[in-house]
């Protein structure tokens, strides 16, 4: 859609050199710039103003906006009086970087605040929602930022296309599953290059909407153009799911919204808002369901290489500085980092058990905060170093079942495996009780603060009486993992270690104790004999 003549086109973002409530002090205010946003919810348009992670609103309908300057501005905001005169309950001083931006905001807020946003604003492949989305309520905008121009360079698209276990296992989770697609209307969530959309109409979609909030949509755009057989009956909007409106409901929803340990990115959210938004009853989605493995580990080289980082700040006479009083939080700091990397299926040290999110019912408020307690009973003696996580998502087609795992000892894909390390092992025996909590909370970074406590139970005779011999704890930030990616390393099997021990990817079962709904799988997974394929 083209602007109007002679007028520019609304601006929605400023970056601005300072900004201070009248009541405070200009010297008070940190120099670091903010951002200013305009938007329009629930028919209301607003200006927030954000610098680092405060921030704060005006609703424009009671607003003015005053020139005190070339470069400074004065925001005032109206409240209500019984009596009816005009009262100014709050104001800001705004510093512009320059003249020009002092113009355009000026302009922009004039814009915005004579617009009637009781509908929404078309967009030339669909309509954004005039309503403030869920998604930017709950994340930060810098994290955001970089979160969109992450995935909108092509070199990270690329990254994930090379991965084919995800792509082929995609292409053949829709391809073996045409009678789901042909004649249907497809959601691509998330869509990125489009490569999922393109599936969907090679499998005989009647229309797929691909949306995507990034600047690869313009990629995409030029990608299904060059593919002018496909592309005809694929249309790509820009913008988030949370905030875009389609002309129809879909049948099916594609998507691939898993990040490390499933969860990362909190991509999930969208998709399950996505589902609630678009999908019709008991439409089909791909992936239908993610479980999320676990199991116990021993890796001595692992654990020497996180704790020997901290060695640097044990130096006494560094340029004759003595760094050690920062050694303790160095090597704390270490150990905060989950460990990315592909590891030898034969450091677990007991069979995994799992914890089952069933896309098609869980509610987007349940991934805010996932507890997984945890259980498992150790086949050998060894020290155990942390907890190993991975994950896999089924496909759940009417033709086929496919599922894409990430497992130790299988075809090693982009998300590799995730391991949390404890700073302080803990000793078990063979056939000793390991329990312990899994707990991660949701933040506005778009990720996890992670929480694990293991502990080894007595064990032996009058272990029924006994209690906790021992217990380690650590707190990790997903958002910031020790990125080692090495392949796995020939590791001498422990003279005590069976063969049977050995984690095949179709060996994975899922623990239905661990399940608050248990038949939630048993039909799909016997049919599949529940093998990652």
């Not at 990270?156 to 391809?175: E, S």
């Not at 030029?222 to 913008?239: D, E, F, M």
């Amino acid at each position: 859609m083209e602007a109007s003549a002679g007028l520019k086109p609304k601006r929605s973002e400023f970056t601005l050199a300072a900004v201070y409530e009248l009541s405070s002090s200009p010297a008070s205010f940190s120099s670091t710039p903010v951002l200013a946003r305009f938007s329009a919810d629930r028919g209301v348009a607003e200006l927030r103003f954000f610098q680092d992670s405060n921030g704060f609103d005006f609703n424009l309908g009671s607003f003015q906006l005053l020139k005190l300057g070339p470069v400074q501005s004065l925001c005032i905001c109206e409240s209500s009086d019984s009596n009816k005169e005009k009262l100014y309950s709050r104001g800001v001083t705004i510093r512009f970087r320059n003249e020009e931006e002092s113009r355009d905001f000026h302009s922009a807020f004039e814009q915005w605040q004579n617009e009637d946003f009781t509908q929404g604003s078309n967009l030339p492949n669909g309509t954004i929602s005039s309503v403030r989305s869920k998604f930017d309520n709950k994340i930060e905008p810098s994290s955001a930022k970089m979160y969109f121009h992450y995935y909108g360079q092509l070199l990270h698209q690329q990254n994930m296309l090379q991965d084919y276990v995800r792509t082929g296992t995609y292409y053949a989770a829709v391809i073996e599953n045409r009678a789901d697609f042909t004649g249907r209307v497809v959601v691509d969530v998330g869509a990125g290059s489009g490569i999922l959309s393109l599936f969907a109409a090679q499998a005989g979609a009647k229309h797929v909407y691909a949306v995507e909030a990034s600047e690869m949509a313009e990629y995409a755009r030029r990608l299904i153009a060059g593919n002018p057989t496909l592309g005809q009956r694929i249309t790509v909007i820009k913008g988030k799911v949370e905030e875009v409106e389609l002309p129809e409901k879909a049948d099916i929803l594609i998507s691939e919204p898993m990040g490390t340990l499933l969860v990362n990115e909190r991509m999930l959210e969208s998709y399950i808002i996505a589902r609630d938004r678009f999908l019709v009853p008991n439409g089909k989605m791909f992936p239908s369901i993610g479980r999320i493995h676990m199991a116990p580990f021993s890796d001595e080289y692992l654990f020497v290489e996180i704790a020997n980082k901290a060695l640097f700040w044990q130096q006494q006479n560094y340029y004759g500085v003595d760094l050690t009083p920062l050694y303790g939080s160095a090597f704390q700091g270490y150990f905060s980092q989950p460990v990315v990397d592909a590891f030898d299926p034969r450091l677990l040290v007991s069979p995994p058990m799992s914890h089952v999110i069933d896309f098609n019912d869980v509610k987007e408020e349940d991934l805010y905060e996932i507890d997984i307690p945890l259980k498992f009973i150790a086949s050998v003696g060894t020290r155990v170093h942390g907890l190993a996580c991975w994950f896999d998502v089924l496909f759940n087609g009417s033709s086929v079942q496919r599922w894409l795992t990430t497992a130790p000892g299988a075809p090693t894909t982009h998300w590799y495996q995730i391991r949390c390390v404890l700073a302080q092992p803990i000793y078990v025996m063979a056939g000793q009780e390991i329990t312990g909590r899994l707990h991660m909370i949701a933040h506005n970074a778009q990720s996890y603060t992670i929480y694990l406590t293991l502990s080894a139970k007595m064990w032996g005779p009058g272990a029924e009486q006994g209690g906790i011999l021992q217990t380690s704890s650590c707190k990790l930030d997903l958002k910031e993992p020790y990125y080692r990616m090495s392949q796995p390393q020939p590791y001498t099997m422990a003279q005590e270690q069976q063969p049977h021990q050995l984690l095949q990817a179709q060996d994975i079962m899922i623990h239905t104790d661990d399940l608050e709904e248990p038949e939630l799988l048993q039909q799909p997974l016997e049919k599949s004999g529940a093998q990652l394929q």
